[in-house]
């Protein structure tokens, strides 16, 4: 039997206390050496004390009743939860054959998490790696892809032009068939870990605050992978509402939109492979440079907004390097949708931020050239308090999945997936079975390190 570098089960990622004694005592010594294979078991969303990592925002930023909890990504290895989706993908490719040490090199298509995340796990576990990704994206995440060994193979454009990034990938494949896509829009561990990982955790964090359940669950789609976590947050709670955010400027899901936008990670002009669109509830619209300045409020700006509410200075040190953009697009979104829900006192809104600070500085410096000195008062007004219920779309009704699920044929039949198959995919069954087969995968990664 080929041996592979060992890391964690589904359940393990979600559990790592299940985890044997020694294997965890390694993977908690391996936390200061990001190039340790041990930090494969550390991609949970647990921090060290064995809790989900959230925080609940304060009431003062969000101003509405509702509590909103963020997972926060950014302690995942690799700096965003992205490595968990690189991660399932490569070991189920393990298993199944298709991936072999001395043998393949990896493929990430991606507009930089994925990719960072592919290039660092692929590192961890002796593979070479070539990222595939848009030229425009923030030069951050290029120098993490680079820093963990990956080659770059850039294609023109910025975040919303992911198709080329597709098309590339698979000439990729074509040309060599030991070059292996984690195809993270197509294959369905990304659904099965966010559905398992993502969601358990979503659902656990929201027991300890409010009536404790979840009344909603944000999250602005890229792959759409973390959206998964919906379909077992509903399963527990079937009343639970799931919502799309996407850019105003690239509003595929909404109306078929399809523009360039500042939201990096989101919005990739296409109803993705895995989507289970049977489960989103609402598509909601959000202004891309809202984001934008909004991570400059809460990361540069936070002493002076602080002032300007009249809090007390440092009310809200807690938010520091929590947010990347596409965070405060998920945190705008909550507000609006608890809002346009009417949501009240006690109940939980449950959203992501996928990535920190870290990958942004570049970001607002570009902001800083594009608009100058920030307008506090009236980019906190519009950007966290102001909303508009036109821009939330109810995609419910049957036509509307009948358009979503047209829209899902027309990406992904010129990539040889059949009627028959994107016609099962119409059925919740067809998801629930998938998420099924994590009881036969966790037995052979268990096996697959003995
Ligand atoms: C910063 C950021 N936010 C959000 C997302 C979207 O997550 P998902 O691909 O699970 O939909 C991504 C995906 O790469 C991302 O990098």
Redesign the pocket.
């Known amino acids: 039997m080929t041996s592979f570098i060992p890391g964690p089960t589904y359940r393990e990622m979600l559990h790592p206390e299940l985890l044997p004694e020694p294997v965890r005592r390694n993977a908690a010594v391996a936390a200061a050496n990001e190039l340790d294979p041990a930090n494969l078991f550390n991609i949970t969303w647990r921090g060290p004390e064995g809790t989900i990592r959230h925080l609940a925002l304060p009431k003062s930023l969000t101003g509405v009743e509702p509590n909103i909890l963020v997972l926060e990504g950014r302690f995942f290895p690799s700096g ?3 490595v968990g ?1 690189a991660y399932s993908t490569l070991v189920e490719g393990e298993l199944a054959g298709e991936i072999q040490p001395g043998a393949s090199r990896i493929i990430g298509p ?5 990719g960072i995340g592919t290039a660092y796990v692929s590192k961890l576990k002796g593979y070479p790696a070539t990222v595939i990704m848009p030229e425009g994206m923030s030069a951050e995440r290029y120098a993490r892809i680079r820093q963990y060994g990956g080659d770059l193979d850039l294609t023109p454009g910025s975040e919303s032009d992911v198709i080329l990034v597709l098309e590339r990938a698979h000439e990729h494949y074509k040309k060599d068939a030991h070059n292996k896509i984690l195809a ?1 829009f197509e294959l369905l561990p ?1 659904y099965r870990f ?1 559905r398992y990982v993502t969601g358990r955790s979503a659902l656990e964090a929201a027991r300890a605050h409010g009536n404790r359940r979840v009344a909603a669950f944000v ?9 998964a976590a919906g379909d077992e947050i509903k399963s527990q709670f079937p009343d639970a509402i799931v919502c799309a955010l996407e850019p105003k400027e690239c509003s595929t899901l909404f109306n078929c939109g399809r523009g360039t936008h500042r ?4 919005g990739d002009k296409m109803v ?1 492979l895995i989507h289970n669109v049977l489960t989103t509830d609402y598509v909601a619209l959000i202004h891309d440079d809202d984001c934008v300045m909004g991570l400059e409020l809460l990361e540069h700006q936070r002493t002076a907004v602080e002032r300007m509410l009249g809090l007390p200075e440092g009310a809200w040190a807690s938010l520091a390097g929590l947010f ?4 405060i697009c998920n945190v705008i979104g909550s507000i609006r949708m608890a809002r346009f829900l009417h949501l009240g006192p006690g109940d939980n809104v449950v959203t ?1 931020a ?2 920190g600070f870290d990958r942004y500085p570049s970001v607002l410096a570009n902001l800083k050239e594009r608009v100058g000195e920030p307008l506090l008062d009236q980019w906190f007004q519009s950007i966290f308090r102001a909303w508009n219920a036109a821009e939330i779309l109810d995609v419910r009704p049957r036509d509307q999945k009948e358009r979503l699920f047209r829209y899902k044929e027309e990406v992904w039949t010129p990539f040889g997936y059949t009627k028959p198959y994107l016609e099962q995919m119409k059925s919740q069954s067809f998801w629930d079975a998938e998420f099924d087969k994590i009881q036969q995968i966790d037995p052979l990664v268990t096996k697959s390190r003995s």
């Open positions: 965003s939860h992205k989706p991606s507009t930089g998490n994925f993270q990304n966010h999250s602005a789609p890229g792959s759409a992978g973390t959206l939201i990096e990670g989101i993705t990347g953009v596409s965070g992501i996928t990535d």
